[in-house]
């Protein structure tokens, strides 16, 4: 499956550390999310974009931010993350934010020393 | 809040049938998704209900019931391949209508 896919699959990062995870999507659809996947924990949705906009920001910390320069890209920026914050990091998108089925990327497995 | 409830694990034979349960807070409800996840991977797409009743989707058909705020995935003549953790979602009219998701149900096909 590539309909959706996320680059590096892995990251390593210090907290004094600057780095982007990158999505892309080859579904044609309008909306993309950004999801939070922590051990022993439910998946946590970060943020929803739809149509390039930003209408959800689920209370996410400023160390993350998200971009969407296009339907089809998503990047999140990271910058002075925390050890707390090593998790999967899943990209979804689907064809509207509204209603229908959400596709995911295969994650970045991100861990912060 | 729109809680999610559904067993942390489970555990079934090669070839047998395993049901999954999963309720949620029934107020605003608007469609409820199963996913599935091997370890390490995407989460994939088994199905969706909004109406209640049972959709059947080859060896996996998922049920709801709105009124009682339930639901469960049944899988049959299971394979080794199978397991995997199985992630129930609900969509609600009164959060956005954005994907809530369980914690998850790891399933554990044996021998």
């Known amino acids: ?113 | 809040g729109q809680n999610i409830d559904q067993p942390t694990e489970m555990t079934a034979t090669e070839g047998a049938i395993v049901q999954i349960n999963c309720t949620y807070q029934t107020s605003g409800f608007n469609g409820l998704f199963w996913y599935q996840q091997h370890a390490g991977e995407a989460p994939t797409f088994l199905s969706y209900n909004v109406l209640d009743g049972l959709e059947e989707k080859g060896r996996f058909s998922s049920f709801l019931s709105r009124s009682k705020g339930y639901s469960y995935l049944l899988l049959k003549e299971l394979q080794m391949k199978d397991s995997a953790s199985y992630l129930c979602a609900v969509r609600w009219h009164n959060a956005g209508n954005m994907l809530t998701f369980g914690g998850g149900t790891r399933l554990m096909v044996k021998p």
Request: overall charge neutral; glycine content about 4%; aromatic content about 8%.
């Open chain 1, 1 to 113: 499956e590539t309909g959706v896919t996320q680059t590096p699959r892995h990251l390593v990062m210090g907290m004094t550390n600057k780095k982007s995870l990158k999505c892309e999507q080859h579904l044609g659809h309008n909306a993309m999310y950004w999801y939070k996947q922590s051990a022993k924990k439910p998946l946590e949705l970060m943020f929803v974009y739809s149509l390039e906009e930003r209408v959800e920001n689920n209370s996410v910390p400023s160390r993350f931010s998200p971009e969407c320069p296009n339907s089809s890209h998503l990047f999140l920026h990271l910058h002075t993350l925390q050890p707390e914050d090593s998790a999967l990091y899943l990209c979804a998108s689907s064809q509207s934010h509204h209603t229908d089925t959400q596709y995911f990327g295969p994650g970045t497995r991100l861990t912060v020393l």
